[in-house]
């Protein structure tokens, strides 16, 4: 049995909400999908609809797929949110430098934001992996 819980689904739920526009999608780690969504609406509300019964699922193959460690997803998916352009989430990830330059920038002139929206699990992970926060 994996305990690795590195998402929640209650966020995932939260998140659903606004998932005619893939937040719960990019949460999960599916960035592609969370694209689509942004771009259509949750494939017309309809795969929106379908992902209120998807979500244990997602929740549960983003808990394989990413480990936890001392970066909290949760938390840094919070502050990409809400204070990403101020380079919050990268503070707390301890990339100093990048950090700086977002804050310098407007989150590098709002595509650090979009990349991070599309990466952030696997930078976590990433970091977790490498024990370099150890």
Not at 55 to 74: C, E, H, K, Q, V
Not at 98 to 125: P, S
């Amino acid at each position: 049995m994996n305990n690795n819980n590195s998402h929640s689904i209650v966020i995932g739920y939260i998140l659903w909400i606004f998932g005619f526009m893939g937040a719960h999608r990019f949460y999960y780690g599916r960035p592609i999908s969370g694209i689509i969504w942004f771009f259509t609406l949750g494939l017309f509300l309809i795969g929106w609809i379908v992902d209120l019964f998807l979500i244990p699922s997602m929740d549960r193959s983003a808990d394989r797929r990413f480990l936890t460690g001392p970066i909290n997803y949760n938390i840094a998916w919070v502050l990409l949110t809400f204070l990403g352009i101020f380079g919050i989430h990268r503070f707390y990830q301890r990339k100093w430098i990048t950090g700086v330059i977002y804050l310098l920038t407007v989150g590098l002139f709002g595509i650090g934001i979009i990349y991070d929206w599309c990466t952030l699990n696997d930078q976590i992970d990433e970091l977790h992996r490498d024990g370099a926060l150890s």
